[in-house]
């Protein structure tokens, strides 16, 4: 019983994510500013981070927890250059 629960729920949100991607890529593709084309990009790779968390928890295999975890960074790292390329013109001073 529990396990049928587990693998509804993980459908449903593995669902609910992708209708976010979608919501970010149409943010990102018709943003009026570049401030929320970068606030669409910082939502996508959330949650592609988060769908390959639930596809790690549906297959058991420990390798989508690593990547991951590489996208969070990495995703993390480029937001942060381009508010800063935003606000001030140049990434590196």
Same mark, same amino acid.
């Given at each position: 019983?529990? +396990?049928?629960?587990?693998?509804w729920?993980?459908?449903?949100?593995?669902?609910?994510?992708?209708? *976010?991607?979608? #919501?970010? @890529?149409?943010?990102?593709?018709?943003?009026?500013?570049a401030?929320d084309?970068v606030?669409? !990009?910082? @939502?996508?790779? !959330? #949650?592609?981070?988060?769908?390959? /968390?639930?596809?790690g928890?549906?297959?058991?295999? +420990?390798?989508?927890?690593e990547? *991951?975890?590489?996208?969070?960074?990495l995703?993390? !790292?480029? +937001?942060? *250059?381009?508010?800063?390329? /935003?606000?001030?013109?140049? !990434?590196?001073?």
């Amino acid at each position: 019983m529990s +396990t049928t629960i587990l693998i509804w729920s993980l459908m449903a949100s593995q669902l609910m994510l992708v209708a *976010a991607m979608a #919501c970010s @890529a149409y943010r990102i593709l018709t943003g009026p500013r570049a401030q929320d084309r970068v606030l669409g !990009v910082d @939502a996508l790779y !959330v #949650c592609g981070m988060l769908l390959l /968390l639930t596809f790690g928890i549906r297959s058991g295999s +420990t390798i989508y927890f690593e990547a *991951a975890l590489i996208i969070a960074l990495l995703g993390f !790292v480029s +937001t942060a *250059a381009l508010a800063k390329f /935003l606000m001030r013109g140049e !990434v590196i001073e």
